[in-house]
Structure formats: structure tokens, C-alpha cells
């Protein structure tokens, strides 16, 4: 069994910046790749929001938060990175962190990932 812990979320106005973190604990391991997915309010699914392969560090990104969104992984601390930048009112949302146990899919579907975090929320308001 795998526990991912979000932390970083909060109020934050349009324009400004927050970092979300993901820590993995438990029975850790070489998954594929670790994503970040967003549910915002009224919306049944999880959009992809970003990903990155565990081993070699590619990064992949939504049209809606390219150039604007960093992910990142601290290997040695099982932890993966959600920079957030220039953010915007539709970027509110409960964001959450999930591990992708092989390199199959997309990566940008929420069915193919097995772990997932609590959610921590982010919202964008003046």
C-alpha cells in the first residue's frame, strides 16, 4: 500500500504563486511516473493538470497551465512538486497528487492511475 500526502494548498489572488507537495510513504517503489489532477467545483472529473516519469524526469502539461505550472520530484524523498505560477480564477480546484504505475497510457487519464492523495485545495480569489 502506497500513502500520498498533498500539503502546499490555500487562498491565494490571481496572479500569485503556491507550491503544492506530494510525499509518498508506505510500500514506495519504482512507479512510472507521479501526476497532479484537479477537480474543480460542480466538475465530476479530475483533469489532468501534469505528470512526470519517475526515473528520467520528462514533464508533461495541460494546454490550460503550460508556462505557467512546474512539476518536479525529489526522488530521495519520494516527493513530487506542483509549482504554480500567474494563477487564475479557473484555477481553483481540490488538486491531487497519484502515482502511475506504468508507462501504458497517456499518463493524462485519471483511470490509469492506481494511488491517490486526499486533496488539498487551492483557491484563486481577489
Known amino acids: 500500500q502506497v500513502q500520498l500526502l498533498e500539503s502546499g494548498g490555500g487562498l491565494v489572488q490571481p496572479g500569485g504563486s503556491l507550491t503544492l507537495s506530494c510525499e509518498a510513504s508506505?510500500?514506495?517503489?519504482?512507479?512510472?511516473?507521479m501526476g497532479w489532477f484537479r477537480q474543480a467545483p460542480g466538475k465530476k472529473m479530475r483533469e489532468f493538470v501534469a505528470?512526470?516519469?519517475?526515473?528520467?524526469?520528462?514533464?508533461y502539461y495541460s494546454e490550460s497551465v503550460d508556462g505557467r505550472f512546474t512539476i518536479s520530484r525529489d526522488a530521495a524523498k519520494n516527493t513530487v512538486y506542483l509549482q504554480m505560477n500567474s494563477l487564475k480564477l479557473e484555477d481553483t480546484a481540490v488538486y491531487y497528487c497519484?502515482?502511475?504505475?506504468?508507462?501504458?497510457?497517456?499518463?493524462?487519464?485519471?483511470?490509469?492511475?492506481?494511488?491517490w492523495g486526499q486533496g488539498t485545495q487551492v483557491t484563486v480569489s481577489s
Open positions: 505528470s512526470i516519469t519517475w526515473s528520467s524526469g520528462w514533464d
Open positions: 508506505g510500500r514506495t517503489f519504482n512507479w512510472h511516473a
Open positions: 497519484a502515482t502511475d504505475p506504468d508507462s501504458r497510457g497517456s499518463g493524462r487519464s485519471a483511470a490509469e492511475y492506481d494511488y
